[in-house]
Every structure is written in structure tokens, then in C-alpha cells.
């Protein structure tokens, strides 16, 4: 279970047993955990420090309790655009995600519940992908955007609702089309006709392409 | 309808007023002051003699402070004594002293509005009212007393006998004047004696505060409840499903052991998200962190019904106001998406002056009901908390409209 590519991890978690079943399950999949604290000043400083390739936070953080380590997140990214951050979270609520998904232009960002960790493989893969600049979005946050219904996404097909909370995900189209049991090839054609509906420029690019879908969702 | 004071007691048919407590009671009233303002002179007299004879040595001046407080002597008389003939308790009009000490105190009466009207109402009392009691008493009771009276003094057994029907008849007409005046005199009495709107007011406000107070509890208390949940038993739930998620890493597929830790991991998760709802339910994060805006457009976003969002407000506002009308709007999107086979709804949100405003509508078909079970009622009882309003218009086969108004400004933002 070795990964691709060895991440260098700084985590910000300050439930203990979390924190330590976080580090315990990064290094069962290869992965170095360069540095695991507590609050979000300390996230700040090992960041300085060790210049990880990723860092985990938590929202809510001490001293405030609060939305500390989102906080941090956003600052950490204002001065290193190409920091990536994954942001774990108890809350479905798309405002954290929306604010998270705005720094940096939204390359190498990702909001996951906290209940995901328990699908460690999916976890560790969505880690991975936003270390390697793209953007995941929980699809339970996904799905609360879907379900604002306005009237661009009323024209679009059940199949191309599904591809686009995928995409919205940050999936690719190999993945999607294996979550949706479909050929690449078909999931190209949903992807092309769904951007026509809703005006959306065609890229190349999946992570651009992941981009304009939140941008449009947002509304 | 239930006679609470003399004046309503003059209204009744005779037969009944003639028949009931009031007329005694008018007449016990009259009697009474006639004592207590006999009583008043003779003792106000003393002191301003005395104090103006003394007042050539100046000691006499230290006489005036109790002139000025025997006031309250009479007014306390009075208000007690109007119980008589008005059943409702006027209240004392007095504050407390800020400070301990009797030194305070006389400081504090002596700068109350209500001392010096009780000082007023006791002079005018010793120089005029008793005697108006006295002369009401006197020409209404002289011919019944002189009629009644007559076997002391007629001769003639028939002439007199006649004079006693006369005056006991004329007996029940003298409840009218006794019963008027009395019933007038207490309620010039109540105008001067009881507390005005403002010395209520103090105690309106402070009770308000109390209540508010108890507002924050019931926040604090609440934040709490969804601290702990956080800390405990979801971080709990969340490192749970992570050790059965490794624990499916290493158990060989379609083995009876990964079924049931699957089936395991897969109920912790379905735990963990009805926990996060109940927290949210309890008290939602993002109203808390970013305000109504925020977290109304997360609820909107959550509505099976298209829900437009328009909330605009220039500041945050107080804890306790941000979460009713949070609830508020709620509820109101709940009822929609159960009830109203609406296609569309709206939430719109104003600060009026200090008043927030907020209206929640749709294009369904009406007929929600307070009264219902819709949860409306228990939502006007936890606007009410905070001062507001609700309004509710929901015509059968017509639009729904739930409208909120909450004052802002009484409220702390503590909490």
C-alpha cells in the first residue's frame, strides 16, 4: 500500500486520538508526517519550518474553538498560492468550502467531512490529489450545492446531474468513469454536453474544468 | 363581568349595588379619611409651628425633612386604605436606595418625583379632601339619620313612624353620593399615589433585562451541549470509522469477518452523520461563525425547494436574535418542503431601524395553521423570548407568508 509518491504532511488536529489515527494511517500508506500539532499558531509555524508538501488541518481549532484552522488555511495560502490544504471538517455548510476554494485560486485545495477518513483508501487518494494541485470538494457539500436546483441544472439529465457532482468532486473522467460503470469515452460526451447547457467553457484541463463547476454551483 | 372598584360598582342595577359590600365599603372609605385627614392636619400643623418657631434658631430647619416626608407617611395610609374600594393593589411608587445606609436612602427620596407628589397629595388631603368626606357624609346620611332618628324626638308615634319609613327609605339613595365621591377620590387617589408609567417602566425594563439574561443562559448553555458533542462523542465516532476502515484494509475480501466489520464501519458512519445533524440542530457552527446571511443560504441550499436568498444586513447582530430568526427560517423552509407543494420560495432580510425583519415566502397552497402542529406555535413562543413578533398569512389555495420582526437593540450581545 505504498503510495505513488511520498508526501511530506504537516497535520493540525486537536482531538488527540484523531490526530494520532491520522498520523498512524499516513505512514501505514507511506506517507511522512513531518509535523502533527495541535492548534493552528503551531500549524503556522511548522509550516515555516518544515515546508510540508501538504498540510491537514482541522476547522475548529483551539484557542477560540472556533474556525482557527480554516483561518489559518486561507492566511497560509494567501503568502504560498501553491501551498496545498486539506481542510477536514464536520460541517456540510458550502461557506467553509466556498471561502476555502477562493484562496489561491482554488489549485490544490481540498473540503472533506471528517467522516471520509474512515474510507481511508478514497482519503488517501483525495490527498493525494490535492497535493498534486487538484480540487476536492466533499460530495455531501456537493450535493447540498446540486440541490440549490436553479434553472440552468433543471435542463440537465439524471446521468449528467451524477457526472457533474463527480466532476464537482474534483474526479477525473478516468474515475468517473469507473464510478459510473461508463466508458471514458461516454464520459467525455455527458461532460461536453452538460458544460454546453449550462455555459460553461470547454478545457482540456480537468482541474480548470473542476474550477468552473464549483464557480457556476456557487453561483 | 367582576366589579373591581367603587365607580364600576355605581353601574350595576341598583338592586344589585344596593345589595352588594360597595356602598359600606364606599362609606368605610369616607370614614376612614375623614380620621386619617383629621389626623394629618393636626399633626402638620404641629411640625410647620414648630419648625417655623424654631426655624429663627435655625435647628428648626431640620424639621422640614420630616414635613417633607410625612408625605409618605399619608400615602402609604392612603394606598393601603384604598383596598376598600379598589380591589387592584396600588403599587409603591418608591425605588430602592442605590446604596446601603439611611443616609442614601433620605438622599433618594428626596430626589424622587413621588415624594414630593405624596408631600402634595397629603396637604391637599389635610385642607381639603377630608372635609369634602365629612360634608359628603354628613348631606348624604342627614335626612335617612334624622328620619330614622325621629322616635327620640317626635312625640306623636305616628308622625314619627312615618319619619322612620321615610329615612330608611331614603337610606339606599345615600349610597349613590357616598359611593360616587368615595369612588372618585380613590382614583384621584390612584392618579397621584400609584406609580407612574416611567417608575414602572424602571421595573418593565429590569425584568426584560432578566429575561434576556435568561435568553443568554439558554445560548450558552446550548453552545455548550454542541461543544461537548464536537469534542466527545463525534471526534470519538470519526476515530472510530477510521480504525474500522484500517481494520477492512486487512481482513481478506468477501470473508465473514470484513462483512461484518463493512456492516460495522457502515453504521458508524450513518451514526456519525445523524450526529452531525443534531449538532447542527442544536446550534448551527456557521451561524455562530459567520452570521444569518451565511447560514440561512446553507439551509436554503439544503431545501428540496428552490430557495432565493436575500439577506442583507449591515453588521452582525446579537446571538440570541441571529438564532431565532435563524429558526425562524428553518422551520419556515421545513413547513414549505412538507406542506406547501410550492415550486419556489424566497427569504428575504432587513434591518429596519434596530428591527430585524425577516420574511420567508412561497408559491404554494397556503393554509398552514398555527395552531396545526406545524411547529408554528412553539416558534412564536421562542420569538416572543426576545421581544418579537411573528405574523403568518397562509390563505387557503394562496401564497404563504411568514414574517419575523425582532427588536435588536435591548438585547446584550453578551453570550
Given at each position: ?5 511520498q ?20 505512514h ?10 495541535a ?42 498560492p ?5 481542510v477536514?471538517?464536520?460541517y ?16 490544490g ?31 455531501e ?8 436546483r ?70 | ?26 362609606l368605610a ?50 394606598r ?41 397629595y ?5 385642607l381639603?379632601?377630608?372635609w ?5 357624609i ?21 308622625t ?15 349610597a ?6 368615595a369612588?372618585?377620590?380613590?382614583a384621584?387617589?390612584?392618579a ?20 434576556a ?10 453552545r ?21 476502515g ?15 466489520v ?40 439544503r ?27 428553518c ?18 432580510g ?12 412561497d ?10 402542529g ?6 412564536a413562543?421562542?420569538?416572543?423570548v ?22 435588536c ?7
Amino acid at each position: 500500500m505504498r503510495a505513488d509518491r511520498q508526501l511530506r504532511v504537516a497535520i493540525a488536529e486537536d482531538a488527540v486520538l484523531l490526530r494520532e489515527g491520522l498520523v498512524g494511517l499516513l505512514h501505514r500508506f507511506g506517507h511522512a508526517v513531518v509535523a502533527s500539532v495541535a492548534d493552528a499558531e503551531s500549524l503556522v509555524a511548522a509550516v515555516e519550518q518544515h515546508e510540508p508538501d501538504i498540510v491537514v488541518t482541522d476547522v475548529r481549532m483551539p484557542p477560540g474553538f472556533s474556525d482557527e484552522g480554516l483561518r489559518a488555511a486561507i492566511a497560509l495560502r494567501a503568502t504560498r498560492p501553491a501551498l496545498p490544504v486539506l481542510v477536514l471538517s464536520q460541517y456540510v455548510e458550502q461557506t467553509y468550502a466556498a471561502e476555502l476554494l477562493d484562496s489561491g485560486r482554488g489549485a490544490g485545495v481540498g473540503y472533506l467531512l471528517k467522516d471520509r477518513i474512515g474510507d481511508v483508501e478514497e482519503f488517501v487518494d483525495a490527498l493525494a490529489r490535492v497535493a498534486a494541485g487538484g480540487t476536492v470538494v466533499d460530495p455531501e457539500v456537493v450535493r447540498q450545492l446540486l440541490g440549490r436546483r436553479r434553472d440552468p441544472l433543471l435542463r440537465l439529465t439524471p446521468r449528467e446531474r451524477e457526472v457533474l457532482a463527480l466532476m464537482a468532486e474534483g474526479r477525473s473522467n478516468a474515475a468517473i468513469a469507473r464510478r459510473l460503470v461508463v466508458s471514458e469515452a461516454a464520459v467525455a460526451k455527458h461532460i461536453g454536453s452538460l458544460l454546453t447547457k449550462l455555459d460553461l467553457p470547454p478545457a482540456e484541463d480537468d482541474h480548470r474544468r473542476v474550477l468552473a463547476v464549483l464557480a457556476f454551483l456557487r453561483g | 363581568m367582576t366589579v373591581r372598584t367603587a365607580q364600576e360598582a355605581l353601574a350595576q342595577r341598583p338592586l344589585r349595588f344596593l345589595a352588594s359590600s360597595w356602598p359600606w365599603r364606599s362609606l368605610a372609605y369616607l370614614f376612614s379619611g375623614v380620621l386619617l385627614g383629621a389626623v394629618t392636619l393636626a399633626v402638620l400643623s404641629v411640625l410647620v409651628s414648630t419648625g417655623l418657631i424654631l426655624a429663627l434658631g435655625l435647628v428648626g430647619l431640620l424639621l422640614f425633612v420630616p414635613i417633607a416626608l410625612s408625605g409618605m407617611v399619608v400615602a402609604r395610609f392612603e394606598r393601603w386604605r384604598l383596598r376598600l374600594v379598589d380591589i387592584e393593589p396600588a403599587l409603591d411608587p418608591h425605588r430602592p436606595p442605590q446604596r446601603p445606609g439611611h443616609r442614601a436612602w433620605l438622599v433618594t427620596r428626596l430626589r424622587e418625583q413621588a415624594t414630593w407628589r405624596e408631600l402634595g397629595y397629603a396637604v391637599v388631603s389635610a385642607l381639603a379632601l377630608w372635609w369634602i368626606d365629612l360634608a359628603v357624609i354628613f348631606l348624604a346620611l342627614y335626612l335617612p339619620v334624622v328620619g330614622m332618628a325621629a322616635p327620640f324626638y317626635l312625640p306623636d308615634l305616628l308622625t314619627a313612624l312615618a319619619a322612620v319609613v321615610v329615612g330608611v327609605l331614603l337610606l339606599p339613595i345615600s349610597a349613590y353620593p357616598i359611593t360616587a365621591w368615595a369612588g372618585a377620590r380613590a382614583a384621584l387617589t390612584r392618579a397621584v399615589l400609584a406609580p407612574r408609567d416611567a417608575e414602572l417602566g424602571e421595573r418593565l425594563v429590569e425584568v426584560s433585562a432578566s429575561r434576556a439574561r435568561l435568553v443568554d443562559a439558554f445560548e450558552v448553555e446550548r453552545r455548550r451541549i454542541e461543544r461537548d458533542l464536537h469534542d466527545g462523542a463525534q471526534q470519538r465516532l470519526v476515530a472510530l470509522t477510521m480504525t474500522l476502515g484500517l481494520a477492512r484494509l486487512d481482513l481478506p475480501p468477501e470473508s465473514a469477518a470484513a462483512d461484518q466489520v463493512g456492516a460495522a464501519h457502515e453504521q458508524a458512519k450513518a451514526a456519525l452523520a445523524e450526529l452531525r445533524e443534531l449538532i447542527r440542530g442544536i446550534h448551527p457552527k456557521v451561524l455562530a461563525d459567520r452570521g444569518l446571511p451565511a447560514a440561512v443560504g446553507d439551509v436554503a441550499g439544503r431545501s428540496p425547494v428552490p430557495v432565493e436568498v436575500d439577506i442583507v444586513l449591515p453588521s452582525r447582530l446579537p446571538p440570541p436574535v441571529e438564532l431565532t430568526a435563524y429558526f425562524v427560517v428553518c422551520e419556515g423552509l421545513a413547513n414549505i418542503a412538507k406542506h406547501s407543494a410550492a415550486s419556489r420560495a424566497r427569504v428575504r432580510g432587513r434591518l429596519v431601524e434596530d428591527l430585524l425583519v425577516v420574511e420567508v415566502h412561497d408559491d404554494g397552497v397556503g393554509g398552514a395553521e398555527p395552531s396545526a402542529g406545524s411547529g408554528l406555535a412553539g416558534l412564536a413562543d421562542r420569538v416572543a423570548v426576545v421581544d418579537g413578533r411573528l405574523f403568518l398569512s397562509s390563505p387557503v389555495g394562496g401564497a404563504t407568508q411568514l414574517r419575523v420582526e425582532i427588536p435588536c437593540a435591548q438585547i446584550g450581545s453578551s453570550g
